[in-house]
């Protein structure tokens, strides 16, 4: 499991195992369609207000972070992290 989760949610994990995190779950690259579904679906169980982006193979939403082993261990899951976010300011282009 540790092999899929990002140093941060692994730390974020064993101090507060009681706790809720935003995440953002990787799928392989290499699934079916059948399989991206099937998945997409098996997340929404089990992360809050799951959402599939499908231009980047992504599920975000809020997982409670003991289930956090649960999701690692899905075979369809290359990878686990903390979402992130950025200010409107950040994501201007100046120019």
Do not use: C, F, N
């Amino acid at each position: 499991m540790s092999g899929k989760l990002s140093d941060r949610l692994a730390a974020l994990a064993d101090t507060r195992p009681r706790g809720s995190a935003p995440v953002t779950v990787r799928l392989r690259a290499d699934l079916s369609a059948g399989e991206v579904r099937g998945a997409v679906r098996e997340l929404g169980l089990r992360i809050d207000g799951a959402e599939y982006l499908s231009i980047s193979g992504t599920v975000h939403g809020q997982l409670s972070l003991g289930t956090l082993g649960d999701v690692a261990a899905l075979p369809e899951v290359e990878w686990v992290d903390l979402e992130r976010s950025a200010a409107v300011e950040e994501l201007i282009d100046p120019r």
